[in-house]
């Protein structure tokens, strides 16, 4: 696999040279013209880390949250500034961690935010079910919130004892659920746990749509080498089957499939903190994307407050892509949303997507990966499903090494991929 992952990604970007990323950085962000952009903010902390969970998370403590904050305030501004006039931006999403552990401080980051950024498509913000409540979602909807995600995993008692997650109580979460109203309520499971069942996510995806949820997000569980989870894998062949019957349950249910993963009864609810040609990502772990480079900051809370207190951005690892880096990193994550738009392609970068890529799409309908229909390629269940198998591998190969190493390390010299 990893010989035919490696071929594939050399004909793909028409060069054998690795992904390499250096420890260099831009003081000066080149985003001013970009269209399309979007914001993320990564808040760090929360009460329990649970052993499965791969992103950059510390135990909470109230003094260091605070000071974390003050940095990251400083590192909207520094990059803010930079533009003479207030960006329009997509949308905005915080990521974790729980973001609401810093809820007392969520006003004076939005501040900092709208200082610089005209946010046009809503914000997001991730929570843990335990804060869902009243006072919680009140002032999360009156600082603006049009999107929540909640971090369910599993209603399932068994799942939830494997993850290490304590019980929800479904009819509460969805009393508070029904006190204040959002654009988006989405809930995330993962699939693929051990001995997992097709009647087992039937029964978490009925029911969020029954309590509250407008939109489910159904991820895979990964094995992450850095993590210190004892879960084990499902085998390829029952996670494939699990995928297509799920997918095909939503299919028969009206859902409207957003993404590989993510599936609403409304065509509108929508949550996504990846999918975009571009975006500024602020806080440790936090990474940003622009026309010819992909940087991510330092995942050291004390080496990022030092960088920030010195004026400097803490970006630890920068890549400059060539040409068609840059296309297979787009064509990557815009095929997460199970269908690319050859207009969207061209219109980025100024080439068309036949001429560049024509011979492999004409493969992938032959193979019966995707389906092709005015502009736009759509993926088969199949395809889908190949999508996610790739995307593991990615996963594992990539961003399992890349993350493992920031984590110990908060400047390495270089990493390549």
Not at 227 to 244: A, G, H, I, N
Not at 259 to 274: E, G, L, P, R, V
Not at 299 to 324: Q, W
Not at 375 to 387: C, N, Q, V
Request: aromatic share 16%.
């Amino acid at each position: 696999m990893s010989l035919i992952t490696s071929l594939t990604r050399t004909w793909l970007t028409r060069t054998t040279k690795p992904f390499t990323f250096k420890n260099e950085y831009d003081q000066n962000l080149d985003y001013v013209h970009l269209n399309n952009l979007g914001l993320y903010i990564h808040i760090p902390f929360c009460i329990k880390p649970c052993d499965f969970c791969p992103y950059c998370k510390v135990p909470y403590q109230k003094e260091k949250c605070n000071n974390y904050i003050d940095a990251l305030i400083k590192e909207i501004h520094i990059v803010g500034k930079q533009c003479s006039s207030k960006k329009d931006v997509t949308s905005l999403y915080f990521g974790g961690g729980t973001p609401t552990l810093a809820l007392d401080r969520l006003k004076d980051i939005l501040d900092a935010v709208r200082e610089h950024f005209i946010i046009h498509d809503g914000i997001g913000i991730e929570l843990h079910p335990h804060n869902v409540n009243y006072q919680t979602l009140n002032t999360l909807k009156e600082l603006g919130i049009t999107r929540i995600s909640i971090g369910i995993q599993s209603f399932n008692s068994k799942y939830q004892s494997i993850l290490g997650r304590q019980s929800i109580n479904i009819d509460k979460l969805y009393e508070e659920l029904n006190k204040v109203s959002f654009e988006t309520v989405s809930m995330d499971f993962i699939f693929a746990l051990p001995n997992q069942t097709y009647n087992d996510l039937k029964e978490d995806i009925d029911l969020a749509f029954t309590h509250g949820a407008n939109h489910v997000a159904i991820y895979p569980f990964i094995d992450f080498a850095f993590t210190s989870s004892t879960v084990k894998t499902m085998e390829k062949k029952e996670k494939r089957k699990l995928l297509d019957q799920i997918t095909n349950y939503c299919a028969e249910k009206g859902y409207y499939r957003s993404s590989i993963w993510t599936f609403s009864n409304d065509k509108n609810a929508k949550y996504s903190s990846m999918t975009r040609d571009n975006f500024l990502g602020f806080g440790v772990s936090a990474t940003t994307l622009l026309k010819d480079q992909f940087k991510i900051n330092t995942f050291s809370i004390d080496e990022y407050i030092k960088r920030i207190n010195n004026e400097c951005l803490p970006t630890s690892l920068t890549i400059r892509f060539t040409l068609h880096q840059r296309m297979v990193y787009y064509l990557f994550w815009v095929a997460y949303s199970t269908r690319v738009d050859e207009r969207d392609f061209e219109k980025f970068f100024n080439v068309s997507l036949k001429k560049e890529y024509g011979f492999e799409l004409w493969l992938a309908k032959i193979l019966g990966y995707v389906t092709y229909n005015n502009g736009i390629y759509e993926m088969t269940l199949k395809g889908a499903f190949y999508y996610h198998y790739y995307e593991n591998f990615y996963t594992l190969s990539y961003i399992d090494k890349m993350w493992g190493i920031l984590k110990d390390e908060a400047f390495p010299n270089k990493i390549q991929l």
